[in-house]
């Protein structure tokens, strides 16, 4: 998977090029190549931003200049998101969406944004990170490359991401590692028994259980069994 980063502030992705990300790198899973748009820029003092038409506080980011530096990476399979806020948020079905994509161009804005005739032309799908908005878009790009690297093959174990929040549209059940007591407060006996049909059994109510207490409204897209049905009734009228 390659990501091409269209930025005016390549070294804020340092950051990212640690720990699982910096592997999947260091083993070409996943390529992540920084352009400067300030490099397309063909004034002398290098300026890739002017005032707005019609008035308004701040910058906009020049149409040409981003024209410029997507056609140096753009290829047949390339497919243009611009991080903003105006987007659709990022979940974990368009995370998993993304990462069956060859060939990602992420446009950050900064400033005010970008002039509108760019983006038109260049962008195939506008995501946001939330209802808020950011002083640019590489945080958002950041957090969309690591979201969506997590899923490019040999990332991760396939183990490490079936299970997780959202994955089976249940949060993740509570998990433990040692000391088996601390604080006074004992990991589960059942996840010590080693059997794995009554673990596996534990893991779904408590993800049930967890899901229900902090994002209720998950579980309407869920299917669950009659027996799971009946437990979530159980866990209602506990409430009650
Ligand atoms: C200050 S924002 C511009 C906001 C824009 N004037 C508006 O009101 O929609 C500068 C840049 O940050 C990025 N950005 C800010 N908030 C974001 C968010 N929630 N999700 C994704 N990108 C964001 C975008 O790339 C945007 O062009």
Known sequence: MKFDVLTLFPEMFEPIKQSIIGRAMEKSLIDINLINIRDFSKDKHKK????IYGGGAGMLIKPDVVYDAYKS????????IYLTPQGKK???SKVEELAKEEHLILLCGHYEGIDERVLEKIVDEEISIGDYVLTGGEIPAM???DAVSRYVEGVLTK???????FSNGLLEYPQ???PKEFEGMKVPEVLQSGHHENIDKWRRKEAIKTTYI?????????NLTDEEKKYLEELKNNKD
């Open 214 to 222: 902090k994002r209720p409204e998950l579980l309407e897209k869920v």
């Open 143 to 145: 957090v969309l490359i």
């Open 73 to 80: 990476v753009k290829t047949e399979n390339s497919k243009v």
């Open 48 to 51: 890739v931003d002017d005032t």
């Open 90 to 92: 990022l979940n974990q």
């Open 159 to 165: 183990d490490s991401t079936e299970e997780e929040s």
């Open 176 to 178: 433990y590692t040692k």
